[in-house]
């Protein structure tokens, strides 16, 4: 593995690191509005929330930057 390799597995490592709370935030916020509905609206809201891409697409973006990062730099 050249230096190059490495440098970019940490750099994957510390924006996977960075962005991963920001998706934290994001669902916790979403949460309280959630809990704040009741009964039919709850569950069209939780269903929304399933396929909602802004919260899912920012946690999943910072677990594969770790990952890869990671995958770099233990080959």
Same mark, same amino acid.
């Given at each position: 593995? %050249? =230096?190059?390799? @490495?440098?970019?597995?940490?750099?994957?490592?510390?924006?996977?690191? %960075?962005? !991963?709370?920001? %998706? #934290?935030? #994001?669902? *916790?916020?979403?949460?309280? $509005?959630? @809990?704040? *509905? $009741?009964?039919? $609206?709850?569950? #069209?809201?939780? !269903?929304?929330?399933?396929?909602?891409?802004? +919260? =899912?697409?920012?946690?999943?973006? +910072?677990?594969?930057?770790?990952?890869? %990062?990671?995958?770099?730099?233990?080959?």
């Amino acid at each position: 593995m %050249g =230096t190059d390799d @490495k440098g970019i597995a940490v750099i994957l490592l510390v924006a996977g690191i %960075g962005v !991963f709370p920001f %998706g #934290i935030v #994001i669902i *916790k916020q979403q949460w309280e $509005e959630y @809990k704040k *509905k $009741e009964g039919r $609206e709850r569950r #069209i809201v939780l !269903f929304f929330e399933m396929i909602d891409l802004w +919260s =899912t697409w920012v946690l999943f973006l +910072s677990l594969l930057l770790i990952l890869g %990062g990671a995958a770099l730099l233990w080959r």
